[in-house]
């Protein structure tokens, strides 16, 4: 079976530094001590794939809180056969519009979402579940750079992609993402929710909403909640909290001030007492393509 990879682009996606990260994993996840994984900021999933692929992780406890994501997750894991029906006929669909009618019809799709969103009950899975999550997948492969955004409505609001070419149905990763789940629970949650899941088998890894470098680059409206520096020191003291009561083996990942302000010691303060690790990132979300250099990221874990 073809090995799981994300079913969507996502901002923040951590594909390109698995390779960097798996250096720094536990040695317990390596030689098969831990057997449970937790990811509290899902996203894209890309972490839990190749963790998946490659460790002996008997279950999984995944949450976000973006309820379309998670809602998307739920129907791959339950409903795939269902869904691959929506998506071939939406590739189908996109193929046969003209290129220059695509912007229209795009519209009348994110219009659509966006209407729908009053008549689906987000807290148990209904058929209208699985038309929903193949609009999700849809708008996610047709809008600009996979960003999911929505404005203080709860609207998701990003624009257009413009690509001549864009792979809808693929189904041969969604039946591995399937595969790939059926022993993840996976729900809409806050991340302090994993409190209660988490003992000294567990391999949590958080990928929160990453503190801005710049004014310009803050991106966290995924599901229309503020994170700023308050939510960022109230996520340090919960990390802090797992490594005092849990024993598990905690991995962060977050931007590192030093790109642009080598003074900010924002996140040692932080996370005093935690090891620090830097790892080399291209950054992604740029409208300036001059600007979309190597950063740095940082790693902070607990052992």
């Known amino acids: ?156 609001n990003v624009p257009f992609g413009k690509y001549k070419t864009v792979s809808i149905f693929a189904p041969d990763n969604i039946i591995a993402v399937s595969a790939a789940l059926q022993n993840a629970e996976i729900v809409q949650a806050e991340y302090a929710n994993c409190y209660n899941k988490v003992n000294g088998k567990t391999f949590v890894y958080f990928d929160p909403p990453y503190r801005p470098l710049t004014q310009t680059s803050n991106f966290t409206a995924y599901t229309g909640a503020e994170w700023t520096d308050k939510q960022q020191m109230e996520l340090a003291a919960f990390f802090q909290k797992l490594d005092r009561e849990k024993g598990a083996k905690l991995m962060l990942s977050n931007s590192d001030p030093a790109n642009i302000h080598p003074s900010d010691t924002f996140f040692e303060k932080a996370y005093r007492g935690y090891n620090f690790f830097k790892v080399s990132a291209n950054r992604a979300v740029n409208c300036n393509a001059a600007r979309r250099g190597k950063i740095y990221e940082l790693l902070i874990t607990n052992y």
Not at 21 to 38: C, M, S, T
Not at 55 to 84: F, G, P
Not at 130 to 138: C, E, K, L, T
């Open 1 to 156: 079976m073809e090995r799981a990879k994300p079913f969507i682009k996502w901002v923040g996606g951590k594909g390109r530094l698995l390779g960097q990260f798996e250096r720094y994993y536990p040695d317990e996840l390596k030689n098969g001590a831990i057997n449970y994984y937790v990811e509290p900021f899902l996203g894209g999933g890309a972490m839990y794939f190749s963790i998946l692929g490659k460790y002996k992780i008997k279950n999984a406890y995944l949450s976000d809180l973006n309820c379309d994501l998670v809602l998307t997750y739920n129907v791959i894991q339950k409903k795939h056969d269902v869904l691959l029906d929506f998506l071939e006929q939406y590739q189908r669909l996109y193929d046969e519009t003209a290129i220059d009618k695509r912007y229209n019809f795009f519209l009348s799709f994110r219009k659509h979402f966006n209407e729908q969103r009053f008549e689906i009950n987000y807290k148990k899975l209904a058929e209208n579940w699985i038309p929903r999550a193949a609009q999700f997948i849809f708008l996610n492969k047709t809008c600009f750079n996979g960003l999911f955004r929505v404005n203080s409505k709860g609207e998701f």
